[in-house]
């Protein structure tokens, strides 16, 4: 598994109210309804292609860049991503002594991941596996303890968890 340079980001994943997709065909492998997080990340081009690429969103809105940040509103069927690229941030590995040295993931508190969660479980995996999604963990099938779910990582390592709308095996 490849290390979480910046969990930094993954906290900025905080979301709105829960979101619902429902199974139908169009571009996004996901129909989400009101779902948004922003993320801070170190290339926002990449990550532009990479929402639009896995997930079918589609750029919203491109400001100027200003006072060296730059962001990007990537949108689709209900899901909007914010993207922030600022110049003066800095991968929180870089900011822990020892960060570097360190193998593994550097945990800290705040918000560790955002999701979506959808109807159509299967196939919302099957076409996030279509689209080249790394599945970092999972995908594991509903249990009594727990709905269908699996953790997918986007191109800057950031945790999006996918969760079945389907409630636990009784």
Do not use: C
Not at 60 to 75: C, D, F, H, I, W
Not at 132 to 153: H, K, L, M, S
């Amino acid at each position: 598994m490849k290390p979480l340079h910046s969990l930094v980001l993954a906290a900025a994943l905080a979301l709105a109210p829960a979101a619902v997709a429902r199974a139908d065909e169009s571009t996004s492998p996901v129909q989400v309804r009101g779902s948004f997080f922003a993320l801070q990340v170190a290339d926002v081009e990449a990550s532009v292609a990479w929402w639009r690429d896995v997930f079918g969103l589609s750029l919203a809105m491109s400001p100027p860049t200003r006072n060296g940040v730059t962001m990007r509103l990537m949108e689709g069927d209900g899901l909007m991503v914010e993207l922030i690229q600022d110049d003066s941030a800095r991968p929180l590995r870089d900011l822990i002594p020892g960060g570097r040295e360190r193998q593994g993931p550097i945990w800290v508190h705040g918000v560790f991941k955002g999701g979506i969660i959808v109807d159509d479980f299967d196939g919302v995996i099957a076409r996030l596996r279509e689209r080249g999604a790394d599945i970092a963990i999972g995908p594991f099938p509903a249990t009594r303890e727990q709905r269908a779910n699996a953790v997918i990582r986007d191109n800057e390592g950031n945790y999006i968890q996918v969760v079945s709308s389907q409630p636990p095996v009784s």
